[in-house]
């Protein structure tokens, strides 16, 4: 009995072994065709030499390009945004330059869960994660009374390595970030999310349906093919009824 309880905690320790080493491997491969797509990527050296934070910057610039949503003048959040690229791009858009210097000065606000390092001309807000009630409510004393114009969110769970669970996280994401896009931005303002594709996209479509005039799906050259990203514009919000100060609906 002894000897066979014996051989079974052996075979158990050495199927441990076998199960750690395939996953150092599966890690190794992952980490080296990481490097060989970053070396070989244009979006990286382009991001290098125009002083982004990384490649995503080109993802905004495109959808921007397309869209016109980031003007001089607004009040932007940029949900998940550590580095920064992001946020790099919003304050050059919504800051006045060359004709448009007599417009007013826009205002952007970003936040992450990660550390965000300085970015001029936008307030950060670091190491908060936007799920949590003290997140909100210190992007709304920041805005001090403002409506925002635009809700940008890039958030993105950190990858559990089982697709259609990180899908259901992004979702989860999305709704957090509609929820609060609904409660501080003005009539007419815009939203753009990032999603992965999956079941839940029609649905979270329809929602969206019901707070905005119009929904678009974007899916910029910077975003990479193979990847199930895509970005959602919603625009034109509808409104909703909002909590006034003491709990009353107004
Ligand atoms: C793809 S990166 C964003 C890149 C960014 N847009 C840029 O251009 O530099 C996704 C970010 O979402 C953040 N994130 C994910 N979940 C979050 C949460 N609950 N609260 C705040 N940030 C979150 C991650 O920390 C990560 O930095």
Redesign the pocket.
């Known amino acids: 009995m002894n000897l066979l309880r014996s051989r079974i905690q052996r075979e158990i320790i050495s199927f441990s072994r076998m199960c750690f080493l395939h996953n150092c491997y599966k890690r190794f491969k992952s980490s080296q065709q990481w490097l060989i797509r970053q070396r070989s990527d244009p979006y990286v050296e382009k991001a290098k030499i125009q002083n982004y934070?990384?490649r995503?910057?080109f993802k905004?610039l495109e959808m921007n390009e397309k869209t016109n949503i980031l003007q001089p003048g607004l009040t932007v959040i940029?949900?998940?945004?550590?580095?920064?690229?992001?946020?790099q791009v919003a304050v050059q858009k919504t800051n006045s330059s060359g004709v448009d210097l007599l417009k007013p000065k826009g205002t952007v606000l970003a936040?992450?869960?990660?550390q965000i390092y300085p970015i001029e001309g936008a307030t950060i807000i670091s190491n908060?994660?936007?799920?949590t009630i003290e997140?909100h409510n210190k992007v709304i004393t920041s805005l001090n009374g403002r409506e925002v114009d635009l809700v940008l969110s890039?958030?993105?769970?950190?990858a559990s390595g089982i697709r259609e669970l990180d899908k259901d996280r992004i979702i989860g994401?999305c709704y957090m970030a509609l929820r609060f896009a609904a409660l501080v931005t003005r009539v007419g303002g815009n939203f753009l999310f990032?999603v992965w594709d999956g079941k839940e996209v029609p649905i979270l479509e329809m929602d969206l349906e019901r707070f905005y005039k119009n929904i678009k799906i974007l899916k910029p050259n910077a975003s990479r093919s193979e990847s199930s990203e895509k970005f959602i514009l919603a625009q034109g919000f509808k409104g909703i009824q909002r909590p006034l100060e003491g709990g009353r609906w107004g």
Do not use: E, N, V, Y
Request: with cysteine; charged share 25%; aromatic share 6%.
């Open positions: 934070r990384c995503s910057a905004l940029d949900l998940g945004a550590s580095p920064g690229s992001w946020t936040i992450d869960k990660l908060m994660d936007f799920s997140a890039d958030m993105a769970p950190s994401l990032k």
